[in-house]
């Protein structure tokens, strides 16, 4: 079956516009995952939706990003006035059931570049 | 809170001999997993490997297998008759179980194998 696809895989913007990153999950999937993965560092959690709710956004670094899941699939990742320090590969992951044991299936990544 | 700590920043190991790499990990919770991801530069993030803190035997999968300290607090990853396709960034990661909960990363080592 597909995996988590990320869309796009590249995308370079100037500081200070919007843009917004799509991740659809393994179909089935209830939990959804956002990191963000700067350059030489290891993922660094941003936000947990189970099935249309956030349960856990407390990695969101400010109210510039902001994250949907409207119909407990496919999620969208908002950044707002984004900064050059929001250049990074944003990973969203997937998995069967939110509770930890669980293995979180990686997309591709968004490599997202603000000149 | 939790946190990973991978003292190997890179590594390099002849190919058909195995290979450790370190991880420690700090928490005070008793529940708790461990996980290991490898990502080649095409930057996707594949699992490797889990550990749950109430496992009585260390995993293994494969090449892989996990050598799990609990009383030192360690989780290192041994990768045995390496080959040239494990050349690779690897990443050691924690997770609470039993609630939904995201995983904290390592910084990661860079594993080169060589001829």
């Known amino acids: 079956g597909a995996g988590v696809s990320q869309t796009p895989s590249n995308k370079v913007t100037e500081k200070g516009k919007y843009v917004e990153l799509r991740c659809d999950p393994i179909?089935?999937?209830?939990?959804l995952y956002w990191y963000r993965q700067s350059l030489g560092q290891g993922p660094e959690f941003l936000i947990y939706f189970q099935g249309t709710g956030a349960a856990d956004d407390s990695g969101l670094p400010n109210d510039r990003f902001f994250a949907v899941r409207p119909e407990g699939s496919v999620s969208t990742l908002k950044i707002q006035r984004t900064e050059r320090g929001d250049s990074a590969v944003y990973l969203c992951?997937?998995?069967?059931f939110g509770t930890g044991d669980n293995e979180q299936f990686f997309g591709p990544g968004t490599r997202l570049t603000v000149l | 809170a939790q946190k990973i700590t991978q003292t190997q920043p890179g590594m390099f190991v002849q190919e058909k001999e195995a290979v450790t790499l370190d991880c420690t990990y700090d928490t005070s919770d008793p529940s708790y997993g461990l996980f290991w991801y490898k990502q080649p530069s095409s930057g996707e993030m594949i699992f490797l490997i889990y550990q749950g803190s109430y496992d009585q035997q260390n995993a293994t999968e494969g090449r892989y297998s996990l050598n799990f300290q609990k009383a030192r607090k360690s989780a290192n990853l041994v990768i045995s008759a390496s080959q040239l396709g494990d050349s690779a960034m690897y990443f050691c990661?924690?997770?609470?179980?039993?609630?939904?909960?995201?995983?904290?990363f390592g910084t990661g080592t860079r594993l080169q194998v060589t001829l």
């Open positions: 992951a997937s998995s069967l």
């Open positions: 179909s089935g999937h209830t939990a």
């Open positions: 990661a924690m997770i609470y179980t039993g609630t939904a909960s995201k995983l904290t």
